[in-house]
C-alpha cells in the first residue's frame, strides 16, 4: 500500500518537472482577457435578460 502511494507521489513530482509553468506577463495577459471577457458576457446576459422581461412585461 505505502509502495503504491509512495510510486504515485514520484510520478505526480516527475510530470509536474515537465510542465510548462506560464511567465509572469503570460499569465497576467490570460487573466486579463478572462476577465474581460467574463465582464463582457455578464453585461451581455444581464442586458438579454433586461431587455426580455420587460418584453414580458408589456405582453402581461
Avoid: H, N
Wanted: hydrophobic share 55%; no cysteine; net charge positive.
Amino acid at each position: 500500500m505505502f509502495k503504491q502511494a509512495a510510486d504515485y507521489i514520484q510520478s505526480v513530482r516527475s510530470e509536474m518537472g515537465k510542465v510548462t509553468w506560464p511567465t509572469r506577463a503570460g499569465l497576467i495577459e490570460s487573466t486579463s482577457v478572462t476577465l474581460m471577457l467574463s465582464i463582457i458576457l455578464a453585461i451581455f446576459v444581464f442586458s438579454a435578460d433586461f431587455v426580455i422581461s420587460r418584453f414580458i412585461q408589456l405582453i402581461i
